[in-house]
């Protein structure tokens, strides 16, 4: 059962409604997987088993947190997950589940870790598609190769050259992105046609 005295100076450094709380979550990490390792990870303690993480524990101003790192697996999927925390914004060791609760849980993600299960991917939602503004528009009806190349491009292509235009600061900026824009087009390019493998 080694412990990391990075963890017990960020136990002591931590606010003082956090540190019951933060001291109890660890004891139980330890009663749960006793070969646990402990870590600091993106500056809060963090616990690995198996090869990967655990779990992981932080104390902020107003509250503190302990996530699992396959939180949907463990949980639940529909269990929202409120930051890091999958128990939510802790202020006293009473917001914590019962013990029995969360040995569940660290010995079901234990499970998944000796399992080499790994966490579900995040999918992102799809970005509606943007508006054409009105310059970009009408500078696409005076040139039918770029206005046809514009239309067979997927969302995401037509979204590269509006935001670029669209967030020039400069009017002059922005005419100059259009007229590049229009070119380029007019070749069949993607706005990052630099940067795409040969």
């Known amino acids: ?16 409604f956090a ?5 109890h979550v660890r004891e139980l990490v330890h009663a749960a997987c006793p070969g646990v390792e402990e870590s600091i990870k993106w500056g809060m303690p963090s616990f690995s088993h198996a090869g990967g993480i655990l779990c992981g524990m932080a104390a902020f101003k107003q509250h503190a947190s302990f996530g699992f790192w396959k939180h949907a697996l463990v949980v639940g999927e529909g269990e929202p997950r409120d930051g890091m925390g ?22 079901k993600a234990m499970r998944l870790n000796e ?24 500078a696409l009806k005076n040139n039918n190769a ?7 491009f997927p ?7 509006i935001e670029w235009i669209v967030e020039a600061r400069r009017e002059d900026t922005r005419a100059r992105r259009l007229a590049q824009a229009i070119a380029w087009m007019a070749e069949g390019k993607r706005r990052n046609w630099k940067y795409e493998a040969c």
Do not use: N, W
């Open 1 to 16: 059962m080694a412990r990391d005295p990075r963890i017990d100076a960020y136990i002591e450094h931590a606010a003082p």
């Open 19 to 23: 540190q019951p709380i933060l001291r």
């Open 86 to 107: 999958s128990y939510g914004k802790m202020t006293s060791l009473q917001d914590l589940p019962p013990d029995k609760t969360l040995l569940m849980h660290l010995r």
């Open 115 to 138: 399992a080499g299960v790994k966490s579900p991917a995040r999918k992102a939602a799809p970005k509606p598609p943007s508006e054409t503004p009105e310059d970009l528009a009408a």
């Open 146 to 152: 770029a206005q046809a190349t514009f239309a067979a």
């Open 155 to 161: 969302p995401g292509c037509r979204r590269e050259y």
